[in-house]
């Protein structure tokens, strides 16, 4: 999806329930974010779970017992929907698909109508271990039901029966597709580098690479480390995952070359972890996410399609 999200349907004042109803966005903006990778998509997906409660009759909404509960399974339902059509989509995507990034987190903004100011949707998204890159990127290559399964019951702690009755299948079913699901996040764990160490790590590899220093790049960088970038054919970017430190060192060095007189690197949090991001006239142009394993650079994800890059705007 890449159309702006639209505002909240308008809230009937006299529901006595508001106030529960619009606590809940949060949780569904951070469930439909692992869900999908895609701040975008995760705003449309919760918008129209409150269409769709809305579009109800006051009859109708009285007897849901739960509201909180139809939120949740309507919300995951439109996200596994959202999840089987992406791999349609994703074949005419120009280049290599990255999740959408977030940008470090703010202060929290009341997503009620006229709680003053306007909402930005990475305020509601609890940064943790479950929206680095490396993690998404992994959800990325699971089927949609193992996804939701998986981010119901492992992340949000939802039981196997709860889980069930969202998705539409059996708890022993659901109990297979997390196990599964599990065995392919065992390559995405925690790094158990202190995250002061991380950050220096990164640190590091900014400064030598502005330095344009091709040895001290190499020292950082893992022997078998991989970037990939995505420009979604909005943005130049290499088509194809670069493999090896020594080339990614090279490709990174040619980076610094041709690095444009009044675009600047900075270091930024992105999605919870160190990162970089190249900012040129203002804008951030550029989201430069790492993996560090042990002390070197295992993965280096670059995002440049200016679609993924709307939470930046603030720098």
């Not at 990255?98 to 009620?112: A, D, F, K, N, V």
């Not at 949090?269 to 996410?289: H, S």
Request: hydrophobic share 40%; proline share 7%; net charge neutral.
């Amino acid at each position: 999806m890449t159309t702006p999200s639209v505002p909240v349907p308008e809230l009937r004042p006299t529901d006595p329930r508001l106030d529960s109803l619009m606590s809940e966005r949060r949780h569904l903006i951070n469930l439909a974010y692992r869900l999908l990778g895609s701040l975008a998509e995760a705003e449309d997906a919760v918008q129209e779970t409150y269409t769709r409660w809305y579009a109800m009759s006051r009859q109708q909404q009285d007897a849901i017992d739960s509201p909180a509960a139809w939120l949740t399974t309507v919300a995951s339902r439109i996200c596994l929907n959202v999840l089987s059509s992406a791999r349609a989509r994703r074949e005419t995507y120009v280049g290599q698909w990255l999740p959408e990034p977030l940008p470090e987190p703010t202060e929290w903004i009341s997503g009620r109508p006229g709680g003053g100011g306007a909402v930005d949707p990475a305020d509601r998204v609890t940064l943790d271990e479950s929206v680095n890159l490396a993690f998404l990127i992994v959800l990325d290559s699971m089927t949609p039901a193992q996804r939701v399964v998986f981010i119901l019951h492992d992340v949000f702690r939802y039981s196997f029966a709860e889980v069930a009755e969202i998705v539409g299948r059996t708890p022993a079913a659901c109990r297979q597709l997390a196990s599964s699901a599990r065995r392919r996040t065992r390559t995405a764990q925690p790094s158990g580098t202190p995250p002061a160490e991380r950050a220096g790590i990164v640190r590091d590899f900014k400064q030598a690479w502005e330095a344009k220093d091709i040895d001290t790049l190499l020292g950082l960088l893992d022997p078998d480390a991989t970037a990939i970038s995505d420009g979604g054919g909005l943005a130049t970017a290499f088509l194809h995952p670069i493999e090896g430190g020594e080339q990614v060192a090279r490709a990174w060095v040619e980076i610094a070359r041709r690095r444009p007189g009044d675009m600047t690197f900075l270091e930024r949090t992105v999605n919870g972890q160190p990162g970089v991001v190249a900012e040129q006239d203002g804008r951030i142009v550029t989201v430069f996410a790492f993996e560090v394993t042990g002390q070197k650079i295992k993965h280096i994800w670059v995002v440049r399609n200016p679609e993924k890059l709307s939470g930046w705007a603030r720098g």
